[in-house]
């Protein structure tokens, strides 16, 4: 073995700074040597020529465990028949690397990390096997999981090289692919799991089973914030396989826990339990009124946040020709993932282990340790597959529940959490409420733009600090508005503020975050001025971005000929020139919506609609979605998180909402919180635009376009305008007749 | 307590427990067979789809003392090995995103193209009309099921 142990720890020491390297080695490897090769934390490969990489990011149905892997098999030029790949999990090895999952951030977080992961190695083994065969470097390449020598056929692998390249210094800055070199990044791919899934083997959180596990369900307080008064456990412990019920003080609904031998005991428990509850100061808390209050504030004269202030809108506003305002309404929603929340917690004397699905691993593992007085390295947190995030897991708070509990019983427990249970608590998407004005100037011509956003939608950020609102490029990273904020469209007079607002409701990132209300507002409100002008919605948004420049705003670069092109692409995809077919049943009607996801992905989607002469029923037939995300790393991925995107949007459209009455949730379950199945489920038709820019983030940037691009449709069909969400056939009662 | 015996995947099972227990924590608390999932607990989500009897059904719904004399299949018995039409159909489809729901369609599917192996797409709509995908990928799996069900005629 060449490997000296001064080489090996040359190779830890240039990779100290950021990576965990060899940190969890135990010492007796580091004394004899490396007997694999791990030049950073996410790749290892063993003489076995097997090579494991360490995927960084929760899988949630944005395909994680296949686009992580493409990344950095590229780079290292490995082959997929040798790959393996488990999960990073938080501290010790990973410690310092970003694990939580949020934000679309899964590819646009790991491309350049990733690939120059990859290309390291690479280069370390073609070192280690230039040095074998006393060859210049250069006169070797990297194939497929192994090292050859064009000039002589010589062929090493990568597990023959891996202990030689263990021992080769580390290089500064790798050489990274050329994009057309590339043979994995790019090439349509199929998940690594999909067969898992089908066969029933793949494991979420509920799935998890640890030896002497016992199961618990919470009853809790109906009413938003109420707590705890007293209970009975009696009934509940006579019910056949109930071993405990326990008071929970920690998490978002806190009650009682009736801990039992399986979930179905649990759930009698809960049945039979009798609880008092001190239901708190929220106990009248209804959205309707909390409706009619955004309604009244947003119409009063008084500013909010500014968050963009071009030109003169005032100004402006008072020498229009014509004006229009309209309000726009977007009710509660819940994330309602198909997996519930829940969490297997085994907290011991001077440990705790921790199973669960979340976004947010570094939360669930420091909270875990600060609650029990433990050192982080004590604790650790497994991530399983998560049943759909959607935001909902950028929440840690069923980890402490689970965690009282195991702590409070000494034996470790699952919690889970009942739809109902789901349904109701949680962190809802907030209420929102939008008031746009606008001016045309001769001509039609689109002049001013004030939109103002009310709403509890900034509760999960904070307001921005004193400090920070005296600049007002920092106020995008502070949450306010998006899709307000980064309005890309040229009007020369552009004012955009919100007023914070808040309820009780615990509100929290819900797909897209805050686009879906402030683009349904903006995107409906551009079709209005459009029709308002006599001009087609397409041109009348082509002729606002012009001239194809690059906007700046806050610390965004918004390049709106991107948008301009994705606009035209779904228009041309979609027949937009051409008229539409008419039915004696159905009146039917296209509809556009468009966005720039926080600047670096441009969309635009064309809905194509029909609505009842009768029932007033409404269908979506087809939603054509064009996309610039700069450079697609995986094409299969990409289109399904368009179609999943969508669907979502469409839910949200048609369907969904949250009510509170008396402080409590009303919607308790799928009958009452409906979403789309696949009968009324769309064609969905997604084209990409390919771009040499650096990736976007695609996980929710098909979810804003959605709603106004289908209530322009229905606009287009029926002549009626609908500003609130969800858009039912009940509100297209009294069509005009066209 | 009672004590049922479940014909579950071509074996028997002895189950000692309450006879209102659904089905679906049977499988998942007592025989540890946790391929089956739980969504809503009410029957309208399709999560916790089996067969019973050839016959699609939610195991959600059936309580242990219904289950007497039932011949159960979970997907844990659909096949080995993943071979089942229904699953290369969905793995060459690349349906699955969060995977969840998928196990309860995959189940609806494969007992209804034992019924009507040359469904329309209308018809597939509304065979899976009382399942739900969050993740929204009924376009891909429309097209898995009409992919099975054509393997299916060729073999």
Partial sequence: MKTSRRSFIKVSAAFGGGLALWLEMPRTILAAGPTAFEPNAYIRITPDNVVQLWITR??????????????????LEADWSQVQYQQALPGGRFKGIRLRTSGSGSTVGTYNALRKAGATAREMLVAAAAQRWNADPSSCRAERGTVVHAATGRKLSYGELAVEAAGQPVPANPALKDRKDFRVIGKPTKRTDGAAIVKGEAIYGIDVRVPGMLYAVLARCPVLGGKLAKFDAGAALAVPGVRRVVPVSRGIATG??????????AIKGREALKVEWDRGPNADFSSDQFLLQMREEIGKEKDGYFVRDDGDATKALQAATQKLEATYEFPFQAHAPLETMNCVADA???????????????????????????PEESVKVHITLLGGGFGRRLFADY????????????????????????????????????????????????????????????????????????????YFNDGSPWGSFDNPYNFPHLKADF?????????????????????????????EMAHAAGEDPLD???????????????????????????????AEKADWRRPLRQTSDRRWGRGLGCNVYSEDCFIAQVAEVSVGRQANDIRVHRIVCAVDCGVVVNPNGLEGQAES???????????????????????????????????????????????EHAPGGFGETAVPPVAPAVANAIFAATGKRVRSLPITPEKLRHLPQV | MPSFTLHLNGKRFPVDADPEMPLLWALRDLLGLTGTKYGCGMGVCGACTVHEDGVAVRSCQIPLSASAGKEYVSIEGLS???????????????????????VGMVMQAAAFLRHKPNPSAEEVDAEMSDHICRCGTYQRMRKAILRAASEGRKA
């Fill in chain 1, 499 to 527: 007023i914070a607002l808040n309820s009780p409701v615990p509100t929290g990132p819900w797909r897209a975050v805050e686009y879906p209300v402030t683009v349904f507002a903006r995107e409906s409100f551009l079709d």
């Fill in chain 1, 645 to 691: 995107g969508i669907t979502w949007g469409l839910s949200a459209t048609l369907h969904g909402k949250i009510d509170f009455r008396n402080g409590a949730a009303v919607q308790e379950n799928f009958l009452d919180f409906e979403v789309i199945r696949m009968p009324e489920a769309p064609e969905i038709e997604t084209h990409v635009v390919l771009t």
């Fill in chain 1, 58 to 75: 929760s899988e949630m149905g944005q395909g994680v465990r296949t686009t992580l892997p493409m990344m950095l098999i590229e780079e």
């Fill in chain 1, 540 to 570: 009348f948004r082509l002729k606002l971005l012009q001239p194809g420049d690059v906007l700046q705003v806050g610390t965004s670069m918004i390049d709106r000929s991107r948008l301009i092109r994705v606009l035209e692409v779904a």
């Fill in chain 1, 256 to 265: 009682v826990a009736v801990v039992a031998d399986h979930t179905w005991a």
């Fill in chain 2, 80 to 102: 080995s090995d993943g071979s089942h039409p229904c699953q290369k159909a969905w793995v060459e489809e690349d349906v699955s995103q969060c995977g969840y729901c998928q």
């Fill in chain 1, 399 to 474: 980890v402490p529940e689970a965690v009282e509990i195991s702590s409070t019983i000494g034996k470790p427990v699952q919690v889970l959490w009942t739809r109902d249970d789901d349904m109701r608590y949680g962190f809802f998407h907030p209420s929102d409420v939008e008031h746009v004005v606008g001016g045309l100037g001769e001509q039609g011509h689109p002049m001013v733009w004030r939109q103002r956003s009310i709403g509890s939608n900034l509760s999960m950020f904070g307001l921005p600090s004193d400090e920070r609102k005296k600049d007002p490029r920092l």
């Fill in chain 1, 348 to 374: 011991r004397k001077d440990s705790c282990e921790i199973w669960a699905p979340t976004q947010c691993p570094e939360v669930a593992l420091a909270e875990t340790a600060k609650m029990l007085g433990l």
